[in-house]
T-cell receptor, first 112, second 114 residues
C-alpha cells in the first residue's frame, strides 16, 4: 500500500464551480500535512499547509481528518488558472528533519 | 520563497553515459534533497544531500548509481551514472530552511536517455 494515495482524476470542473478531493495516508503518526500545486512541466510549489482545525486561504479550504487518516482540499469559484495537479504531502515526524511523502497528485482541469 | 536553480534544464543522453546535475540554493536553505519524478508518478526521494559528508540514500537508490556531493551549504550535484532508458525522468533539487517545514523545489532537469 502506498503511504499517500490520491485519486489521479482528472476532475473536469466548469469555471466558477466547486471541486473537492481527498488524500489518504497510511502512517497514523504523521504530523504535518500540505497541499502542493504542480503546473504542467513545472516544479511543485506549496499551496497551503493543513492544520488540525482546518484552514482557508482565499478560495481554498483544507481539512484534516485524523481518525480516518485523510486530508481534503476544496476549491471554490474555480478559475481557469486553477488547472493543475495538486499533490498531497505528508510528513511523518514533528522534527524539521522529517521526510516528506508525496502523493501522485490529483489533476484538476477547469473548463470555460 | 527560497531561490533554487538547477542546470541543465534538460538533456538527451546516450545509454551508458553519465550526467551531472547541479543545484544552487540561497543561503537560508539548510537541508537539500534530490527527487525523481517519472511521468504521472509521485516524487520519489533519492537522497538527502549532507554538507561535507556522504548523502543519505533512500531504499532502492545507491551511491554508485547516483553519487551526490554537497561541498558547501548552498551547492549540490547529483550524477546519474551509466544511464539506461529507465533513468529517463525529471530530477528535482529541493531545499528546506532551518526550522521551517516548507520545502522548495528547483525547476527540475528533464532527462531523456536513448
Amino acid at each position: 500500500r502506498k503511504e499517500v494515495e490520491q485519486d489521479p482524476g482528472p476532475f473536469n470542473v466548469p469555471e466558477g464551480a466547486t471541486v473537492a478531493f481527498n488524500c489518504t495516508y497510511s502512517n497514523s503518526a504523521s504530523q504535518s500535512f500540505f497541499w502542493y500545486r504542480q503546473d504542467c512541466r513545472k516544479e511543485p510549489k506549496l499551496l497551503m499547509s493543513v492544520y488540525s482545525s482546518g484552514n482557508e486561504d482565499g478560495r481554498f479550504t483544507a481539512q484534516l481528518n485524523r481518525a480516518s487518516q485523510y486530508i481534503s482540499l476544496l476549491i471554490r469559484d474555480s478559475k481557469l488558472s486553477d488547472s493543475a495537479t495538486y499533490l498531497c504531502v505528508v510528513k511523518g515526524t514533528t522534527d524539521s528533519w522529517g521526510k516528506f511523502q508525496f502523493g501522485a497528485g490529483t489533476q484538476v482541469v477547469v473548463t470555460p | 520563497s527560497a531561490v533554487i536553480s538547477q542546470k541543465p534544464s534538460r538533456d538527451i543522453c546516450q545509454r551508458g553515459t553519465s550526467l551531472t546535475i547541479q543545484c544552487q540554493v540561497d543561503s537560508q536553505v539548510t537541508m537539500m534533497f534530490w527527487y525523481r519524478q517519472q511521468p504521472g508518478q509521485s516524487l520519489t526521494l533519492i537522497a538527502t544531500a549532507n554538507q561535507g559528508s556522504e548523502a543519505t540514500y533512500e531504499s532502492g537508490f545507491v551511491i554508485d548509481k547516483f553519487p551526490i556531493s554537497r561541498p558547501n551549504l548552498t551547492f549540490s550535484t547529483l550524477t546519474v551514472s551509466n544511464m539506461s532508458p529507465e533513468d529517463s525522468s525529471i530530477y528535482l533539487c529541493s531545499g528546506r530552511r532551518d526550522g521551517q517545514e516548507t520545502q522548495y523545489f528547483g525547476p527540475g532537469t528533464r532527462l531523456l536517455v536513448l
